[in-house]
């Protein structure tokens, strides 16, 4: 029940293409979605992250889509660049109970120039 | 504004040997966590700790482990009498309170990681 499934597991675009990574998740105390972005040999770095009282969220060329009745999440990359190739992972947490992150397996991101 | 200091980036260890990882949280936090990365996986929770404290160990194994953030110094994670299992990288990070109290979100801040290999 703790589980946060994503996918694909890797993904190939191409330069100004979209980038769609899925999450769905099975434990409805979940409240809080984040995506982290990691580069080879780096930490993971919070991209974004939404909570469950509002159904998208937007910051800059990356937009959360969120469905609470599917119990499921999604990172949309609108116009993707070579720069973005990295591995994205989905997480989910319960927030009043601490910070214990559940993460996905991750998205290995290609973006072909 | 420094981030979450970790140390050493890479260890190599002898099986059976003990590996000691380092944390300094950035400055302001007083929350540490502990992750793991085995190869081609996601991250998985280990250990949450405060000043003096462990508050949430449950992601930890039941041997070998173990973790500390003393009052004074940088938190740490030992292993004992490593396994080639134990080959993973290892990720600390930290958050200023409390998550999920108003305001803050669950926002936690990620080392680079320490990267451990037996051999």
């Known amino acids: 029940q703790q589980q946060v499934k994503q996918s694909p597991q890797s993904l190939i675009v191409q330069k100004g293409g979209i980038s769609i990574i899925n999450c769905a998740y099975e434990?409805?105390?979940?409240?809080?979605f984040p995506w982290y972005q990691q580069f080879p040999g780096k930490g993971p770095a919070l991209l974004i992250a939404i909570r469950p009282d509002v159904s998208e969220k937007k910051e800059g060329r990356f937009t959360i889509s969120f469905n609470k009745s599917a119990k499921q999440f999604s990172l949309h990359i609108m116009d993707s660049q070579p720069g973005d190739s990295a591995t994205y992972f989905c997480a989910a947490s319960i927030g009043t109970s601490g910070s214990r992150l559940t993460f996905g397996e991750g998205t290995q991101l290609t973006v072909n120039p | 504004n420094a981030g979450v200091m970790q140390n050493p980036r890479h260890l190599v260890r002898r099986r059976g040997q003990e590996a000691r990882l380092r944390c300094s949280p950035m400055?302001?936090?007083?929350?540490v966590y502990w992750y793991r990365q085995l190869p081609e996986e996601g991250l998985k929770f280990m250990v949450y700790l405060q000043k003096e404290n462990i508050i949430d160990e449950s992601g930890m194994p039941k041997e070998r482990f173990s973790a500390e953030f003393p009052k004074e110094g940088p938190s740490i994670l030992r292993i004992q009498q490593v396994v080639r299992g134990d080959s993973a990288a290892y990720f600390c990070?930290?958050?200023?309170?409390?998550?999920?109290?108003?305001?803050?979100?669950?926002?936690?801040?990620f080392g680079e990681g320490s990267w451990l290999t037996v051999v």
């Open positions: 400055k302001g936090h007083s929350h």
């Open positions: 434990n409805t105390a979940f409240d809080y």
């Open positions: 990070a930290s958050s200023p309170r409390l998550p999920g109290v108003t305001g803050s979100g669950n926002t936690i801040y």
